[in-house]
């Protein structure tokens, strides 16, 4: 079964700071799909980062990268130079990676405060 | 160009009742998927359909049922209403298939049990 575990409740931290959102998971797939999406109070879950397990390369988007480290199950995000627009619920998210199926398995997520 | 559209966005019932709700998938999009989202158990997979059939189908009783229509759009279901099913419930599209493209979401509609 998968699971993914995101320790984090939630996190606060003041504009401008840098912060890492953990994210923890299992599975018995030998491939497979890593997700971050972002859910604003508005309720909709944006999503943010695929990953295929196969590419351990890090990622960099703006302020945001990403950290996939296969050998402890990690799949890190952070933010630099947060800003109060990153307020939100972030989710991990992982998925197989077999023709016909889309489940996404979630973490609990993290909620994230930028105090101004 | 359009994103996934679910309505209504709120919709509140009594328990016993039976509730329909709707989603229209990105334009293109053959995969919908549905979650239900609780404080106390997080997003949960309900179930996914591509070109009408379901393909997947989470751990729920039998009460929360969907269909798909030749269009992509989808329908959810859930009949006999408990205080439990208060929710926000989730919709997702995808191109589904051999796409390998991630799933994009609706602002979710949000069920409450009185």
């Known amino acids: 079964a998968q699971k993914v575990t995101q320790a984090q409740t939630e996190i606060s931290v003041v504009e401008k700071e840098d912060v890492t959102l953990d994210c923890v998971y299992e599975?018995?797939?030998?491939?497979?799909?890593l997700f971050w999406y972002k859910q604003p109070p508005s309720g909709e879950l944006v999503f943010l980062i695929r990953r295929n397990s196969f590419d351990e390369q890090n990622e960099i988007s703006g302020r945001y990268s990403w950290n996939f480290q296969k050998s402890t199950s990690s799949f890190n995000f952070t933010i630099t130079a947060s800003q109060v627009v990153d307020s939100a619920v972030y989710f991990c998210?992982?998925?197989?990676?077999?023709?016909?199926?889309?489940?996404?398995?979630f973490g609990t997520g993290t909620r994230l405060t930028i105090i101004p | 160009k359009a994103g996934v559209t679910q309505t209504p966005r709120y919709l509140i019932k009594t328990r016993g009742q039976q509730v329909t709700l709707s989603c229209s998938p990105i334009s293109g999009h053959r995969s919908v998927s549905w979650y239900q989202q609780t404080p106390g158990q997080g997003l949960q997979f309900l179930f996914e359909?591509?070109?009408?059939?379901?393909?997947n189908k989470g751990n729920f009783p039998g009460r929360f049922s969907g269909r798909q229509f030749s269009n992509s759009r989808s329908e959810m279901n859930v009949s006999t209403l408990e205080l439990g099913d208060s929710a926000l419930y989730l919709c997702?599209?995808?191109?589904?298939?051999?796409?390998?493209?991630?799933?994009?979401f609706g602002d979710g509609t949000r069920l409450s049990i009185l």
């Open positions: 997702a599209s995808s191109l589904g298939g051999n796409s390998n493209q991630p799933q994009h």
């Open positions: 359909y591509f070109s009408e059939t379901q393909r």
């Open positions: 998210a992982l998925s197989e990676v077999n023709f016909g199926n889309e489940k996404l398995t």
């Open positions: 599975t018995r797939d030998t491939t497979y799909y």
